[in-house]
């Protein structure tokens, strides 16, 4: 595996985490808090470009 397949492999891995951590705390859901779902796609992101680094 090259190092660009590593870095999305190890982003995707940790926004699955994020996505199932959402999923757990589906009351956010009951209570209209949209905004966490942003959230996972800004953590994709961070977590991508760290590993850049």
């Known amino acids: ?10 982003a995707f891995i940790a926004t699955l985490i994020c996505g199932l951590a ?4 589906y009351i956010s859901g009951s209570h209209g808090w949209w905004w966490t779902v942003i959230s996972v796609l ?10 850049d680094k």
Do not use: W
């Not at 595996?1 to 190890?10: F, S, T, Y």
């Not at 959402?22 to 705390?25: E, K």
């Open 1 to 10: 595996m090259n190092d660009n397949a590593i870095r999305h492999m190890v």
């Open 42 to 51: 800004i953590i994709y992101g961070g977590i991508y470009r760290l590993i």
């Open 22 to 25: 959402y999923y757990a705390g």
